[in-house]
């Protein structure tokens, strides 16, 4: 697959050319000469003989970006200035700040914001905990947590360079939901550690957001901490993603006018977010799922399977008892997965899927096949990138599912929760606007996050009065 150019490899370079005619095309052209992108062009200045231009240009990767450098260097009389990675810039200093919510004008102010009058809300949520959730910033904060161990598809960069992931995370859910979450980069990656910290600070939040923590790991933490905690734990590595992957089914089946219930389902990847879709398509209704790993498809008689880690798979999944590889195991299903790794299958693999075929090749940055070869044969692509139809995305998810739960005061995170967000989130593509290109919404759809949260809220509430 070819790359493309990306604003997040964005540049903005500041030159001087002689003040000719055809002075800002030739900038132009040698971007475009070299496979680069113009966004923006700005004289910023200007002499009897020369003027000065700043070029915003998008590349494909940090190589490339330089390689557009020396392109606009070899525009006759062009002299370089500054370069400036825009997406540095927009780092700068961090994503995140802290503002108070009142105002401390005078004497008055402070002495009810702070001492003495604050020792009256003190007293107030030692006679009663519930009030913590009425009087501080309990009752709409959410602690973004990681260990740094699985960041992004980058690897164990560890908790410091895992911080301007939790920032934007924070940043999407104050954007999409108007929660407060804030950033806990954990420095150790040991288990007993990391819940003894969670646990430690819980009583500042209303939700934890676990996040970018490495399989098999993350299923024994998130456990833990749910079984210990008296706020909603959410991983969404694995939640987040199921809940979008299985919004998105749900169009697409009916696009291919196919039902969960019997269509052959296979997955490549059985690691953290594997597992949850598995899971969650099961709840579902799916009934028929083939999961695969580097080695091939899980079965009973592979020898190479730790009882641990796979026995879920082997518990639950694939009923017919199919062997073989993951190219084997796509002959005639109806439904890919991927969740694994890039360029693992080519379009003669989706040619033999079933007619009417769905296509979720989900690695990033670089898909398990190409969206382009797969759309030859599949009805249906998504991938989980910005710049093809149908991005399968957690941000569609994660800021409406905790919204729900702190507007409901929910203590827990349930299957019916998950499910409630992911009918939710496909009912926001209406029957008018589905097609084999649009089967989940944009991120920037209005309504995505509210729409999503009434349905946990509601389903949470339920539950609450059930017990």
Known sequence: MAAVPSVSYSITVRLEVPARAN?????????????????????????????????????????????????????????????????FLLHLGGKLEVVSRVPIRNRDDLSMAYTPGVARICQAIAA??????????KRN??????????????????????????????????????????????????????????RA??????????????????????????????????????????????AALVNALKVVAKALPGVRIVMSGAGAAGRAIAQLLLAAGADDIVVADRSGVL??????????????????????????????????????????????????AVASMAAESIVFALANPDPEVDPVAAAEHATVVATGRSDYPNQINNVLAFPGVFRGLLDAQSRSVTTEMLLAAAHALAAVVSDEERNPAYVVPSVFHPGVAETVAASVRETAVLARAGN
């Open 23 to 87: 002075a800002v095309s030739q900038l132009t052209t040698a971007v475009e000469a070299r496979g680069g992108v113009v966004t923006a062009l700005d004289v910023t200045g200007s002499a009897a003989d020369r003027i000065q231009v700043d070029v915003t240009c998008a590349a494909t990767d940090t190589s490339h970006a330089d390689a557009l450098v020396e392109a606009l260097r070899t525009v006759p009389g062009a002299d370089i200035g500054k370069v400036s990675d825009r997406t």
């Open 141 to 198: 904060t959410v602690a973004v947590v990681t260990d740094g161990s699985a960041v992004l598809g980058l690897g164990n960069l560890g908790a410091l360079a895992a911080l301007p992931v939790m920032e934007g995370k924070a940043a999407l859910f104050k954007r999409f939901a108007a929660i407060d979450a804030f950033p806990i980069c954990l420095d150790t990656q040991d288990s007993d550690e990391i819940v003894a910290a969670v």
């Open 299 to 348: 079965h009973r008689e592979r020898a190479d399977l730790s009882a641990g880690r796979q026995q879920w798979f082997l518990d639950h999944t694939n009923p017919r008892g199919v062997t073989g590889s993951l190219r084997e195991a796509l002959a005639g299903a109806d439904v890919f997965i991927g969740v694994s790794g890039p360029n693992i299958l080519d379009g003669a």
């Open 201 to 246: 600070i819980a009583p500042v939040f209303a939700g934890i957001n676990l996040e970018d923590i490495s399989a098999p790991r993350c299923f024994e933490i998130e456990q833990r901490l749910r079984e210990m905690l008296d706020i909603p734990v959410f991983h969404d590595d694995q939640h987040g993603t199921a809940i979008v992957v299985l």
């Open 128 to 137: 009663n905990p519930d009030d913590a959730r009425r009087l501080t910033i």
